[in-house]
C-alpha cells in the first residue's frame, strides 16, 4: 500500500509492507508512540530515538506516548521523556492505567473501592474518575484491578487479588504484556502478574484487559489526543501493532525492542505491520515500495525475494550502503503471501536471515 495524500489506511489484507513517498512525519499528524523499547528501554534512550523525535515534532508532527505500563503517573512519563531531551507534558502521555480506570468507572458506581495490584500511575488514574483505590480483600472492593508494579512487587500482592478474584469481585487488568524490555534484558511483565492470579483461583475467572492491543486503549488515546490521521509506534506486534489493526490504523514496526525479524517474517495477518524501520528515525524518511513481480517473487531496492522448497530464497546486487531492510521487506511479501496461500504455511527463513546476519 502506498500512502496517498496522508491518507494512508491499513489493509486488512496485507501481504507486504506498505510504502510512502513523503516521511512519514508528513503523511501522518500523529505518531502514537510506545515507550518501553521504542523510545527508551531501562530508563535509557534507545539510540537515534531522541534526535529523531526531536526533528519529527520540529516538521510538525503530534508526538503522543502510548504505554501499556501502568506504574507511573502520565506527570511522570513527561518528567522523565523531558529529561531525557523529548520535551513532553502530561497531556501527551496515554496510559493503559487511564484505559483501565474509564472501564472500571463505566461498569461499577461512583466511589466504589477497587483493590489495586499495581504502582501510583493505576491509583491516580482511578482517583481520577471517582474511584477509591484500597489494599486489601477485606475492604469488599467493587473490583480488582492489576498494572505492572516494578520488579519490586511484593508477592502478597498477588495473594490479596486472589482472594478477591476467588470471591467472584470483579477482576480487570491494565494489559496483558507478559514481557517488558529493560536495560538489562527482558523481563516479566504484567500479563506474567496476572498469570500468578489466574493459576491462584485455579483458571476459572478471566480478567477485562483495557491496554493494547484492546479496544479500550484505542478509545482512550482517540479521545485524549484527537488524532486525525495517526500512526500507531511500536515495537511488539501483539500488542502496538495488533491494536493498530484492531483500531484501522497504520503502524509502524521498530526493530529496537521485542520483536526480531524472524518473529516479523511469521507474523500472522493481524501482526503484520503497514511499515518496518531499525528505529525511530523510519518517521523522518519515506518508505520503498514493495513490488510484487508476477512470478512469485517480492523486490525491495534491489533485493527479491522468494519461496522454494518451503524456504525463503534472497536473491539480488544491491548496491553499496544497500539496506538489509529492503530484503527484511521484500522477505516479509514472500513470507507472509506463502503463509496466507491455500495449503501454505510459514516458510523457512534460516538460510535468508543468516545471509544476512540477523
Known amino acids: 500500500m502506498t500512502v496517498r495524500n496522508g491518507q494512508g489506511r491499513r489493509d486488512d489484507g496485507r501481504k507486504h509492507p506498505g510504502g510512502s513517498a513523503v516521511a512519514l512525519s508528513e503523511a501522518y ?17 534507545v539510540p537515534h530515538a531522541v534526535e529523531a523525535l526531536v526533528a519529527a515534532r520540529a ?13 507511573r503517573t502520565p506527570g511522570e512519563v513527561a518528567e522523565h521523556l523531558t529529561e531525557l531531551g523529548v520535551p513532553a507534558e502530561a497531556g501527551d502521555v496515554v496510559t493503559s492505567a487511564q484505559a483501565v480506570a474509564r472501564l472500571i468507572a463505566d461498569e461499577v458506581p461512583a466511589g466504589s473501592r477497587v483493590l489495586v495490584i499495581g504502582g501510583e500511575g493505576l491509583r491516580v488514574a482511578l482517583r481520577e474518575r471517582g474511584l477509591v483505590p484500597v489494599e486489601s480483600a477485606d475492604y469488599d472492593p ?40 529493560g536495560a538489562r534484558g527482558i523481563g ?30 484505542h478509545r ?77 517473487g517480492f523486490v525491495c531496492g534491489g533485493w527479491r525475494a522468494s519461496v522454494g522448497g518451503g524456504e525463503l530464497v534472497l536473491d539480488g546486487t544491491p548496491g553499496e550502503g544497500a539496506d538489509v531492510l529492503d530484503a527484511v521487506r521484500a522477505l516479509c511479501g514472500a513470507a507472509w503471501s506463502e503463509a496466507d496461500r491455500p495449503g501454505g ?14
Not at 499528524?29 to 534512550?45: K, N, Q, R, S
Not at 502478597?156 to 470471591?167: I, L, P, Q, S, T
Open 220 to 296: 482512550e488515546t482517540v479521545l485524549r489526543t484527537g488524532a486525525r490521521r495517526p500512526l500507531v509506534v511500536g515495537d511488539r506486534l501483539d500488542t502496538d501493532i495488533e491494536g493498530a489493526f484492531n483500531g484501522g490504523v497504520d503502524s509502524l514496526l521498530v526493530l529496537t525492542g521485542v520483536t526480531d525479524v524472524a518473529q516479523l517474517l511469521a507474523a500472522v495477518p493481524e501482526h503484520r505491520p503497514t511499515y518496518v524501520a531499525a528505529d525511530l528515525r523510519g518517521l523522518l524518511v519515506g518508505q520503498p515500495e514493495v513490488v510484487a513481480d508476477g512470478g512469485g
Open 142 to 181: 467493587a473490583a480488582v484491578v492489576q498494572g505492572y508494579g516494578g520488579p519490586e512487587m511484593p508477592w502478597g500482592r498477588f495473594a490479596e487479588a486472589a482472594y478477591a478474584v476467588a470471591r467472584g469481585v470483579p477482576w480487570y487488568a491494565s494489559n496483558t504484556d507478559l514481557t517488558i524490555p
Open 59 to 71: 516538521g510538525g508532527m503530534h508526538l503522543a506516548y502510548v504505554t501499556n505500563n501502568a506504574l
Open 345 to 358: 504455511g510459514v516458510p523457512d527463513a534460516g538460510k535468508a536471515l543468516a545471509l544476512l546476519g540477523v
Open 29 to 45: 499528524d500523529t505518531a502514537l508512540l510506545d515507550l518501553d523499547g521504542v523510545v527508551y528501554a531501562g530508563g535509557e534512550p
Open 188 to 217: 516479566p511483565g504484567n500479563g506474567a502478574a496476572v498469570e500468578v492470579v489466574r493459576i491462584a483461583t485455579g483458571g476459572r475467572f478471566e480478567p477485562k484487559v483495557a491496554g493494547k492491543p484492546q479496544p479500550p486503549m
